[in-house]
């Protein structure tokens, strides 16, 4: 496995459901992120991860809930969402926190969310 | 206002043409200016960035920063079908900041 890689591709899921997403970076970076990307509307930042602690939440519902146990794996678990939070859910890696310099950020290829 | 602006097509060009792909922005302590690419059911990825003012050129590609009127372009020469994909042009303050992102201008080339 190289770069990011997020699982699952696609999620349906009901209002009252407990699910998760999952990310894992194989680039040895330190920093993660969680974007949400929906129609029309330019990528939110949800939450930052440098060396597994949460530097930023972006005013993100408590139905979302961040998890990073090491440097190298992300966690979004989902609860009792809403359906205008379907949308495609980014995980992002740099080597620092904001990607120093040049900024660059490596992205999954997302996670596309469906709530019913 | 929106810190930045771009408008989010779709744009459809024939194979060949010339693409200028542009964004404003409110906030005129961004410093680092960015291009993304991101191709259907694919995560973006970085195309170009540049510092401060001016130009860049990468082969075919070239991202131009306008300070004085917080305006960056992002030109594509001999555009191709493969270019067809959605461009984000992002920006942030200082090395250790955030990027904000525009909604994303989608690009289609037609063979």
């Known amino acids: 496995e190289t770069g990011v890689t997020q699982t699952p591709r696609h999620l349906v899921m009901g209002m009252t459901n407990k699910k998760s997403l999952k990310c894992e970076q194989h680039?040895?970076?330190?920093?993660m992120y969680w974007y949400k990307q929906s129609a029309k509307k330019p990528l939110e930042l949800m939450f930052v991860?440098?060396?597994?602690?949460?530097?930023e939440n972006n005013s993100v519902p408590s139905r979302f809930s961040p998890e990073c146990p090491n440097s190298s794996h992300l966690f979004l678990h989902l609860h009792t969402l809403q359906p205008e939070d379907s949308a495609l859910y980014l995980c992002?890696?740099?080597?620092?926190?904001?990607?120093?310099?040049?900024?660059?950020?490596?992205f999954g290829e997302g996670s596309r969310l469906t709530v019913l | 206002q929106k810190e930045v602006e771009q408008d989010p097509g779709p744009l459809s060009v024939p194979e060949g043409a010339i693409v200028s792909l542009n964004c404003t922005y409110s906030n005129s302590a961004f410093q680092y200016f960015m291009w993304y690419r991101q191709y259907s059911r694919k995560g973006p990825e970085l195309l170009m960035y540049?510092?401060?003012?001016g130009n860049k050129e990468d082969g075919r590609f070239t991202a131009q920063v306008d300070k004085s009127s917080k305006y960056i372009s992002l030109f594509i020469r001999d555009s191709q079908p493969s270019d067809s994909a959605t461009y984000l042009c992002a920006m942030k303050r200082g090395s250790q900041g955030n990027l904000i992102f525009g909604k994303g201008t989608k690009l289609s080339v037609k063979p």
């Open positions: 992002a890696s740099s080597q620092e926190v904001g990607g120093a310099g040049a900024g660059e950020l490596f």
């Open positions: 540049t510092y401060s003012s």
């Open positions: 680039l040895g970076h330190n920093a």
């Open positions: 991860y440098n060396f597994k602690e949460q530097t």
